[in-house]
């Protein structure tokens, strides 16, 4: 099934279909030691889509061919990073349910179905805000018959250049005592949707992949960037790359709404680093050396650091 916008249709005027209306029940909204729950009976799994807010922080679902009908919505004290909940009908077919958080930082949230029930999961952000403290994943992009790019002089391809970084990374983020989750520790293929899956069960606080770009033309396009795709991640992105700046390389962006497998995710912050692109002579050879890649994961583990720091001061 899926969800169509009206303005997209034409009422076919030969057939007279039923009128169905699936009415909303009351809701109940509670936690335990790690998640808040939100949950929604509904007499069909109805689709749905959501989305983060930030100033103030949000999380909108809109649930499609639901009508209000909730009689009270019961909030217990057992939540503790949901501040408020309420509800809006939009449109006649467009039911949509607002969650206000406790912390401007959003920490992940997951929806799904139990029976004919939606369940929202949100995450409570963790009480310690200090790497030694954290669970922290990081992805070596590509590896095994998946290449990635190719520097353009030295032939050498992205997959290693990538795990080449993120061991590095791997080393700075357990010197300050983080625990670390690797994707992959060596030259193996390990496809995206295997990735996500394999850390939706592990559940890190936070994601780092690693990647680095290319470019068709080799004479301009060059630097570093980093992506994300969920609004309330971004400030973890922007941290990240502020400290690769630092390094002097030449700022390509931060690229937000980027559809990256490893991006999708709304069960953790995450984001995307694109190192350097290989196909710029400069930036292959900067990346070739081993102390500057080694350097560039120093300034990663920093940009993490940053912004812990600046979620602490937003909680004080």
Known sequence: SAWIPQTLTKRDTNVRLPSVQYLTASWRVSGDNRQDYVSIPL????????????????????IFGATAN????????TAKEIKNIDYEQVADDQFRVIISLRHAQHWGYAIGYEGRRLVIRVTHQPEKLRLRDLTIAVDAGHGGSNLGARGLRSKQYEKDFNL????????????KGATVLMTRNNDSLINNTDRVLSLRKLKPDLLISIHNNAAGDTTKTKGTSTYYKHLGYRP???????RLLDMGLTEYGNVGRFNFALNSP?????????????????DEAL??????????????????????????KQRS
Do not use: C
């Not at 709304?266 to 400069?282: Q, W």
């Open 43 to 62: 007499p069909e799994r109805l689709p749905y889509r959501s989305r983060q807010e930030m100033n103030p922080a949000r999380i909108v679902v809109d």
């Open 266 to 282: 709304t069960e953790y912050p995450n984001v995307l680093v694109e190192g350097l692109f290989l196909s710029h002579p400069d």
């Open 164 to 175: 080449s970084i993120a061991r590095h990374l791997q080393k700075e983020l357990e010197r």
């Open 287 to 312: 990346i070739l050396e081993d102390g500057y890649r080694k350097k560039m994961a120093k300034q990663i583990r920093k940009g993490v650091a940053d912004w812990l720091k600046q979620v602490r």
């Open 236 to 242: 973890l992105s922007q941290a990240i790359l502020e």
């Open 70 to 77: 909730t009689n009270w919505i019961t909030q217990l004290r």
